[in-house]
């Protein structure tokens, strides 16, 4: 079970930081990662953060967003910094059985088996 919070409005160059908790000890050491689906488009990867928590960036957010991972807490956080209404979209935290991640301009809804139900981030210009 994953639950995303934190999404919200902001201004184009504000930050949010989005939060995803599991409940099993089994993902500490799994593949995590951020998606994000605007309306009326595919839902496409942002970040894969693996076992190791070596980090994958999708090309469209890389030098803007931050992974990282408090395995004592259970929780994956995702900072996005200069936010442009580019990124206004629902994002969803999902997590898979293995360590390694797809490159996340590569990655599918299916390489994953276990989803969040989104939290939605609006950024206005």
């Known amino acids: 079970q994953l639950v995303e919070s934190g999404g919200g409005s902001v201004q184009t160059g504000g930050s949010l930081r989005l939060s995803c908790e599991y409940f099993d000890d089994f993902y500490n050491e799994r593949c995590m990662a951020w998606f994000r689906q605007a309306p009326g488009r595919k839902r496409e990867g942002v970040v894969g953060?693996?076992?190791?928590?070596?980090?994958k960036y999708a090309a469209a957010v890389r030098g803007r967003v931050t992974v990282s991972r408090d395995t004592a807490k259970h929780v994956l956080y995702l900072q996005m910094d200069h936010l442009t209404p580019e990124d206004t979209a629902i994002y969803y935290c999902a997590a898979k059985r293995g360590v390694r991640c797809p490159d996340p301009d590569a990655a599918e809804r299916s390489d994953y088996g276990a989803w969040g139900q989104g939290t939605q981030v609006t950024v206005s210009s």
């Open positions: 953060n693996e076992g190791d928590h070596t980090t």
